[in-house]
């Protein structure tokens, strides 16, 4: 089965700094998602950023960036130049199929930002 | 606004008493999922479907619970009998399943919390 996992329950960051989340996870599969969610303290979850596993580029949306390492079963999420309103749980997810279908998330980080 | 709700937001209980929770997609997604979230907790998945069609099932689902989406269009959620441990918040969410690329994206709704005392 697989699993995600993330090991920072919390992190901090100063505004306008640079902070990384980890997460690592455990398949079987080659060809798979894996994503970052947002969930803003009672409010909807939202996708930040997704990876396709079969590409090698790392992906990019604005601020937010990851770095897959496959052989590593790694994907973390770095947030640069991080503003009050990043502040929120984070959750590390992966898809199995290319296509669609159940997301398994991680436990969370709760990332709070200092002014 | 055209995104994923949920009805009730909040839903207190008492143990033994059965509940039913409702979830509008997005107007055009033929995929709804269901997740519990319990507190400090990533979502667990439940159940989902493919219109009216339930595709998969976790054995988080207890024979206790229920879910339908009859027309393909909404799905409601029912826990019968319900007990302190189903207290969580329970999340939907929608996908366009067949298109690749952001298609494929699960838009969520805000929840359903669930208390039961």
């Known amino acids: 089965a697989q699993t995600v996992t993330q090991s920072q329950p919390e992190m901090s960051v100063q505004e306008a700094e640079t902070v990384t989340l980890s997460c690592t996870y455990d398949?079987?599969?080659?060809?798979?998602?894996l994503f970052w969610y947002k969930q803003p303290p009672s409010r909807q979850m939202i996708l930040v950023i997704r990876?396709?596993?079969?590409?090698?580029q790392n992906a990019t949306e604005n601020r937010f960036s990851v770095n897959f390492q496959k052989a590593a079963k790694s994907f973390s999420l770095k947030i640069s130049d991080s503003q009050l309103g990043d502040a929120a749980m984070y959750f590390c997810?992966?898809?199995?199929?290319?296509?669609?279908?159940?997301?398994?998330f991680g436990q969370g980080t709760e990332l709070s930002v200092k002014p | 606004d055209t995104g994923v709700s949920q009805d009730p937001r909040h839903k207190i209980t008492k143990r033994g008493q059965n509940v039913t929770f409702r979830c509008d997609p997005i107007s055009e997604h033929n995929r709804l999922y269901w997740y519990r979230q319990t507190l400090g907790q990533g979502p667990e998945f439940l159940t989902y479907?493919?219109?009216?069609?339930?595709?998969?099932k976790s054995r988080l689902l207890s024979d206790r619970f229920s879910a339908e989406r009859p027309k393909g269009s909404f799905s409601t959620l029912e826990i019968q009998r319900t007990e302190q441990g189903d207290s969580a918040m329970y999340l939907c969410?929608?996908?366009?399943?067949?298109?690749?690329?952001?298609?494929?994206?699960?838009?969520f709704g805000p929840g359903t919390r669930l208390t039961v005392l």
């Open positions: 997810a992966y898809r199995k199929t290319p296509l669609g279908g159940k997301l398994i």
């Open positions: 969410a929608s996908s366009l399943w067949g298109l690749a690329g952001r298609g494929n994206e699960q838009f």
């Open positions: 990876q396709e596993a079969y590409k090698q």
């Open positions: 398949t079987s599969e080659s060809d798979y998602y």
């Open positions: 479907f493919q219109n009216e069609a339930q595709l998969e």
